[in-house]
């Protein structure tokens, strides 16, 4: 299966890939993670990407989507991938469809998460992530670390995203209402979105997120 994961900031998107990856059996594909490994591994890429970051805007379209692309023609990603993160503004919705259809593959899904704003605002602001691996996600209330500071996985230092200061979430729920917004209707002209309720525990987010994946087959 190919699915495009899309959602506000904070709505769960990184935490239900997780799952539903797995279940699925399809690589995760989240290019926030990417970039944040680069910026981890110092690279000229992760500088860059980290002052767009930090400021809550996007990181401009030619490195985002080279850095996708990449990521997507790994030997891993041949039967299918759940992308989080990307595309995030109608031209990469447009270049991911002309990578696709050069390939001769297409789009199962897109499975859009639907959480209100104030839900939103405390996700982010209790959220802790891992240090040495950006996808091992916790909340400080709704699911915490059982050692507090301690990534439950690996055992990483937990710390605070940068761009999760008030200010920048601000920005990027403005970004996110302006640039990725519009490409839900970009594909639901093509039929393919499926809009479910991101509310509730995690794993009944994930029950209800397969439910309506299997439906859509
Ligand atoms: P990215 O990392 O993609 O950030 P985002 O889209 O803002 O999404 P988040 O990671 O903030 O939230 P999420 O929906 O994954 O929520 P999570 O599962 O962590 O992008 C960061 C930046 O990178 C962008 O601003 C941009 O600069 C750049 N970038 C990335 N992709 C780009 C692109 N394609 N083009 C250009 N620039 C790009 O959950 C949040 C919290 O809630 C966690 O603490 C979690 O434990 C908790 N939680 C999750 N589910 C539940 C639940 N059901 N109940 C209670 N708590 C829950
Ligand atoms: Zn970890």
């Known amino acids: 299966m190919r699915i495009v994961l899309v959602g506000p900031p904070g709505a769960g998107k990184g935490t239900q890939a997780a799952f539903l990856a797995r279940n699925l059996s399809i690589p995760h594909i989240s290019t926030g993670d990417l970039f944040r490994a680069n910026i981890s591994q110092r690279t000229d890429l992760g500088k860059l990407a980290k002052s767009y970051m930090d400021a809550g805007n996007l990181v401009p379209d030619e490195v985002t989507i080279g850095m996708a692309k990449d990521r997507m023609e790994q030997p891993d990603a041949e039967n299918g991938f759940l992308l989080d993160g990307f595309p995030r503004n109608v031209s990469q919705a447009e270049a991911l469809d002309e990578m696709l259809r050069t390939e001769s593959m297409k789009l199962d899904a897109v499975l859009d998460l639907e959480v209100p704003e104030e839900e939103v605002v405390?996700?982010?602001?209790?959220?802790?992530?891992?240090?040495?691996?950006?996808?091992?996600?916790?909340?400080?209330?709704?699911?915490?670390?059982?050692?507090?500071?301690?990534?439950?996985?690996?055992?990483?230092?937990?710390?605070?995203?940068?761009?999760?200061?008030?200010?920048t979430v601000r920005k990027r729920l403005e970004v996110y209402h302006t640039q990725t917004e519009p490409i839900i209707d970009y594909y639901k002209t093509q039929g393919l979105v499926v809009t479910i309720s991101a509310l509730g525990k995690v794993d009944e987010v994930t029950a209800r997120a397969m439910e309506a994946l299997q439906r859509d087959e």
């Open 122 to 167: 405390k996700r982010i602001a209790g959220r802790r992530i891992c240090r040495e691996d950006s996808s091992h996600v916790f909340h400080v209330t709704y699911s915490p670390p059982k050692q507090d500071g301690v990534c439950d996985v690996c055992g990483g230092e937990l710390y605070q995203r940068d761009d999760d200061s008030e200010e």
